[in-house]
């Protein structure tokens, strides 16, 4: 190995040691959107850590202004990079059917896509 590539070793790896996926207990805002049909309402939700795998996560907004919704899931931790983990669920929930969410977050935002039998789109938050 050249000194080159050693040196370079040495200056990468203690910053890939390091790297950690990000913490997303809290409270999270923003909103959702259907890309089928265009509805889109405030979204909060409330995230919390049960184990090195797996967040419980508590959603809560509104439908067409006026009708408020709720549910919790388990968002299952499916990869991590340096400062990045990308997150996913798939529940039955009543009336939707099997509800699937695929998410990618950070430490200040998380963006995830929903799909159902009549419906999909996305939740945009950030970390209040």
Known sequence: MSRYALAFLVITLPGVANAQPPELSGRWSGYWVSDKNGHTGPLHGRFRQIDADTYRVAFHGRFAKVIPFWYTT?????????GV??????????????????????????NATFTSRKDAGRFVLNRR
């Open 74 to 82: 388990k968002l299952h931790v499916e990869g991590t990079g340096d």
């Open 85 to 110: 983990v990308l997150l996913g669920a798939s529940q039955n929930l009543p009336l939707l059917g099997e509800y699937r969410t695929s998410a990618t977050a950070t430490a200040n935002s998380f």
